[in-house]
């Protein structure tokens, strides 16, 4: 009987030892040994900002008002604001910068004492304004490597996880075909996920001038890469599309979602003619539209400059990953 208690008080010891042992060795790891979980956060990669782009065109005419009375001034206010809360957005012209003729003069004392506060942060692109004198003089001289290289009025840039196209809706004939040879090249070496274009005359648009086809080779290049946004301006009203595939055909799957967003300061004008895919048109009020450009999504939101009222939003998601 007493070999029996002493074996298993025997047997109770090594247990206890084995117990301390265990513990030790886990209370070692715990200490000595980052945990699984955060090797895992450590090698999870960051999640890209989110990017705030204010966007408008047909902005700046000083020809009947003082630069502080002028729409492009309400604009510009509506866009301090915006940047006093986010100190990295980006703002985007989308073209006739300036009138009637985009002299050096009307840059220096219309545009730049409205907008040209942000020109640091300014992703420009050209109108027909703008090319009112020769060789778009005022344009390329006043924004100078901003507006790309070699003044040829198209350039790109990667904002995260964004591929940032600006293109020139000016230009004809092999300068056009040099263009669009750059342009399927940049697509096809495109490692972004999300594509955001912009340029002046609007392929679609219910305005005075309506669609224009100078740019439907670009827009058909654009829709074969699957792009997710173009921005334009040259009618002057707001108007929202749904996305459109090459042909100009509501594809709610696969087309590219574009505004036509000419209310950046100039006199606002008739919209005549609803073109098919049109879901919102408005030509009451000057504002821009805010985007804001997530990972692999993006939302949309117009704001009026002088009631700071949002007209008109919404949201969606990258075409790579539906």
């Given at each position: ?5 002493q074996f298993q008080f025997s047997n109770l010891s090594i247990r206890a030892s084995s117990l301390r042992r265990n513990a030790l060795f886990i209370l070692s ?25 204010y966007a408008a065109g047909d902005i700046a005419d000083c020809r009947k008002q003082a630069a502080s009375q002028t729409g492009a001034a309400q604009t510009a ?202 879901e919102v048109r408005q030509n009451d009020h000057h504002g821009v539209l805010k985007l804001t450009l997530a990972n692999n999504a993006f939302s949309w939101e ?21």
């Open positions: 009987m007493l070999n029996f208690v790891a715990l200490i000595f040994h980052p945990t699984v979980d955060a090797q895992t956060k450590k090698n999870i990669p960051k999640k890209p900002n989110p990017i705030t782009i206010a509506l866009i301090a604001t915006g940047i006093q809360q986010d100190k990295n957005a980006h703002v985007i012209t989308l073209g006739d910068n300036t009138y009637p003729v985009g002299k050096a003069e009307e840059f220096s004392d219309c545009y730049d004492q409205t907008w040209g506060q942000f020109k640091q942060r300014t992703l420009p692109s050209p109108g027909n304004h703008d090319y009112g004198i020769p060789l778009a003089s005022g344009y390329y001289n006043y924004f100078d490597e901003l507006a790309g290289s070699n003044r040829r009025g198209y350039y790109k840039k990667t904002l995260e996880n964004w591929l940032i196209i600006s293109l020139n809706s000016n230009i004809k004939h092999q300068a056009m075909q040099t263009q669009l040879t750059w342009l399927q090249s940049t697509l096809r070496e495109n490692q972004a996920s999300c594509i955001l274009a912009f340029w002046h005359h609007p392929v679609y648009s219910s305005g005075g001038h309506g669609n224009n086809k100078v740019m439907q080779d670009a827009w058909k290049l654009l829709a074969d890469a699957k792009a997710d946004l173009v921005l334009t301006s040259h009618d002057h009203h707001y108007e929202r599309f749904a996305p459109l595939d090459k042909n100009g055909v509501p594809d709610a799957k696969n087309g590219i979602r574009s505004f036509v967003v000419g209310t950046g300061g100039a006199k606002l004008s008739p919209i005549f003619l609803v073109k098919d895919g049109s117009f704001i009026a400059a002088e009631s700071k009222q949002i007209l008109d939003k919404g949201e969606a998601t990258c075409h790579t990953i539906r």
